[in-house]
């Protein structure tokens, strides 16, 4: 399967697709990804032991996400994402992926997103979720109030995917939630430098996570819904 079939810009323009300015820019979309291609993404997705988001490495996952990691960042895809949300060429930037197979319930706190990213993009692909909001993106107008939500939540479904560009009030977050949300993210970066240091980060917290990944979930495990953390 090509790239370019995986991940459509003209997908974009459905008529269900949210495209908001205020109070930051974000668009949500359903229906992003093709229903042939699932079982081949199902089947490539990587088998992550470890809870969180760990920095992309293409020899642990199959040709099909390979290709929809290419697809997302390309500069052509880019830029016409970038185009919804008021940023110019965003394609230019750098883009730094990292994907999740599993959370613990210290994951979702509400943050905005550091200063170094412009813009981030969720792909989600999870086959099914559970009937309750635990888990699920919301786009918040308070850093300490996950309820206080500006747009309908996103349930992290296979072909459901969001972008947003980075403010000072980009408050986004989500109930604390265990167990498998599969998520590829990609975020454009202001520069290369930036990339490398957030790569060399996400390494070394991979190497942590494997040998206290329990207590990273122990420790997690009673946080507070409208828990918040810095950037």
């Known amino acids: 399967m090509l790239a370019a079939t995986l991940l459509d810009p003209a997908r974009l323009d459905r008529p269900d697709t949210l495209i908001r300015n205020e109070p930051f820019s974000f668009l949500i979309a359903h229906g992003q990804l093709p229903e042939q291609a699932r079982a081949d993404l199902d089947r490539d997705f990587p088998k992550y032991t470890g809870a969180g988001f760990f920095p992309y490495d293409e020899k642990e996952c199959g040709p099909s996400i390979r290709e929809l990691v290419a697809a997302i960042t390309s500069p052509a ?9 008021g940023i110019e060429n965003l394609g230019q930037y750098p883009t730094l992926v990292t ?6 319930k210290r994951h ?13 993009a969720l792909a989600y692909l999870n086959p099914s979720w559970h009937d309750t909001s635990d888990g699920c993106l919301r786009f918040l107008a308070k850093i300490d ?22 403010a000072d009030n980009s ?21 290369e430098e930036e990339k490398l240091r957030k790569t060399q980060r996400g390494v070394a917290t991979r190497f942590f996570k494997k040998i206290a990944g329990g207590l990273d979930r122990r420790f997690g495990a009673g946080r507070d819904r409208n828990a918040a953390h810095p950037d």
């Not at 747009?151 to 947003?164: I, S, W």
Request: with cysteine; charged share 25%.
């Open 77 to 85: 895809f880019a830029s016409a994402v970038g185009a919804k949300l």
């Open 99 to 104: 994907i999740c197979r599993h959370l613990n």
């Open 108 to 120: 979702g706190t509400i943050h905005t997103d550091s200063k170094s990213k412009v813009a981030t």
């Open 145 to 166: 109030d996950i309820d206080a939500a500006i747009a309908p939540e996103v349930k992290p479904l296979y072909g459901e995917f969001v972008v947003f560009k980075r």
């Open 171 to 191: 408050f986004h977050g989500h109930l604390p939630y265990e167990g498998e949300r599969r998520v590829i993210q990609v975020a454009w970066l202001t520069s």
